[in-house]
């Protein structure tokens, strides 16, 4: 099965719809952030955050950009 996920303004909130693929493929990129090391050179050097968009081909067509972002401190 392809991995499908669409985010959608839900009156003042977010909802987001996926198929189980498109969902556990949320899930995976939400656990590999939070085990992303929290400080030092290695933090430094990676990715802490995880961007999805339509013209990334990531998202369904209609779909809202979504950033997901690391922030070890908040």
């Given at each position: 099965?392809?991995?499908?996920?669409?985010?959608?303004?839900?009156?003042?909130?977010?909802?987001?719809?996926?198929?189980?693929?498109?969902?556990?493929?949320?899930?995976?990129?939400?656990l590999?952030l939070?085990?992303?090391?929290?400080e030092?050179?290695?933090?430094?050097?990676?990715?802490n955050?995880?961007?999805?968009?339509?013209?990334?081909?990531?998202?369904?067509?209609?779909s809202?950009?979504?950033?997901?972002?690391?922030?070890?401190?908040?």
């Amino acid at each position: 099965m392809a991995e499908k996920i669409l985010f959608v303004r839900d009156g003042d909130g977010l909802e987001i719809i996926g198929n189980r693929d498109g969902l556990v493929g949320l899930a995976l990129v939400c656990l590999q952030l939070a085990t992303l090391p929290e400080e030092g050179d290695e933090a430094k050097k990676l990715g802490n955050h995880y961007h999805f968009e339509p013209d990334m081909n990531n998202t369904e067509e209609g779909s809202l950009r979504m950033t997901i972002l690391f922030k070890p401190h908040l």
